[in-house]
């Protein structure tokens, strides 16, 4: 047995991850894929990708204790598609076409058919965002994680034709979209866990809000991956702006994208909050000025679009099922405002 191994880190075993995930990765790839997994580094040629006047655009995120649950719970093929969301949700916020993705994925002791599941996760992820998945890096690192533990962060690129980049235009009375979330996304886990922790419920208990799922079982639904519906508006210049509603929630996220002179009124009762969001909230005992600067509230993704455009919009949505609401405009005013109430 080799020195390394017996520190706990295994050479081999690594290698053999990578043999396996190769054909997987390989069914990612999209025209402008130039090289292969393995190399030093990911090659991509955006010629062939259809650029003319390109402009590259990068994000980068993690999980966030989310990962916590799914380790706790051992269900840990999902979150690979929470780790691409978060950053080419990002990506198209800046009126960007993802291209390629890398993951950094860490873990105390590298168990390849526990490790295929999260790999599983990011692969299912880059299809969803119509990415190929470039490459990354697996660390076996025994002495700072313990036991199952695992990390992950990664990388998305993307592009733009020179003078299509996102915000644009956005004016006075401009109509608010709200795309729905899938859930909790990515934000705010710290939180649920202490408030799932304080009623005394465990991850498999009964959802307090359904009985006909587990809390576990709502808590890691994926985040959404709105590339697919929304790419063409964005091509096709429907949008004038997207904000993708993570951590800072709805106030702080929209707010990021506008410029001075303007802010927004949105009405609450356009939409329902999910319950078992709702329920966290209430549990948590806070304000609803709080929540909407922690969780996406229902809304994953709120598009910016002009009068003349709205109805091209609703067509498109209705056409492809895509649910959505009207919350709200864009106002002159020097603060913004919500009508109603959330919960």
Known sequence: M????????????????????????KKTNIPGVAGNVGSFGGVFDLKKAGFIDPILVSATDGVGTKLKIAIETGITNTVGIDLVAMCVNDLLCEGARPLF??????????????SIKIIDGIIEGCKLAECALLGGETAEMPDLYSENDFDLAGF????????NNLPSEINNND?????????????GYSL???????ENLKWDSPNPTSKNNLIKEELLIPTKIYQKILNPLVSNKIISGLSHITGGGITENLLRILPKNLSFKIDLEKWEMPRLMSWIIKKAEMSEAEALKTFNCGVGMICIVSKNNIQTLIDYFKKNNEDFYLIGEITNTKSHSYLGNLF
């Open 175 to 187: 109509l608010l979209v709200g795309l729905p979330s899938s859930g909790f996304h990515s934000n």
């Open 156 to 163: 998305a690129v993307g592009a733009l034709e020179r003078g």
């Open 2 to 25: 080799s020195k390394y191994k017996e520190s706990g880190v295994d050479i081999d075993e690594g290698n053999r991850f990578v043999s396996l995930i190769k054909p997987k990765v």
């Open 101 to 114: 993705f890398l993951d950094y994925y860490a873990t105390s002791k590298l168990k390849v058919s526990h």
């Open 192 to 198: 649920i866990r202490k408030v799932i922790k304080n």
